[in-house]
Nanobody, 117 residues
Framework: QVQLVESGGDLVQAGGSLRLSCAAS????????RAWYRQAPGKERDLVAR???????EYADSVKGRFTISGDNAKGTVYLQMNSLKPEDTAVYYC???????????WGQGTQVTVSS
């Protein structure tokens, strides 16, 4: 059974930085893409950043220039470096991976990021 285990969420002051980590355990096979989503209270879960197996990246407009997604596709890891954090970045952050091999998406359990003003 595949599990995505996240860590790194915390309470931080505006302008600070955090680094989120996510690692897949179990037989996930060949990974097509990895991503981070976030969900604030009362809002939908939105894409924050995505990275393909080839290393191409895309970001939500609200985080461009502040967040960086990275990781090792072969090892099933994905990271999100978050700089210049703002109170509006407060949310539960979820990692996501899509397996080529099994045609299935997987979600982490979520990690809370709170940015105080």
């Amino acid at each position: 059974q595949v599990q995505l285990v996240e860590s790194g969420g915390d309470l931080v002051q505006a302008g600070g930085s955090l680094r989120l980590s996510c690692a897949a355990s179990g037989r996930i096979g060949s990974i097509h893409s990895r991503a981070w989503y976030r969900q604030a209270p009362g809002k939908e879960r939105d894409l924050v950043a995505r990275i393909s197996s080839g290393g191409s990246t895309e970001y939500a407009d609200s985080v461009k220039g502040r967040f960086t997604i990275s990781g090792d596709n072969a090892k099933g890891t994905v990271y999100l470096q978050m700089n210049s954090l703002k109170p509006e970045d407060t949310a539960v952050y979820y990692c996501w991976m899509y397996s080529w091999s099994y045609g299935q998406s997987y979600w982490g359990q979520g990690t809370q990021v709170t940015v105080s003003s």
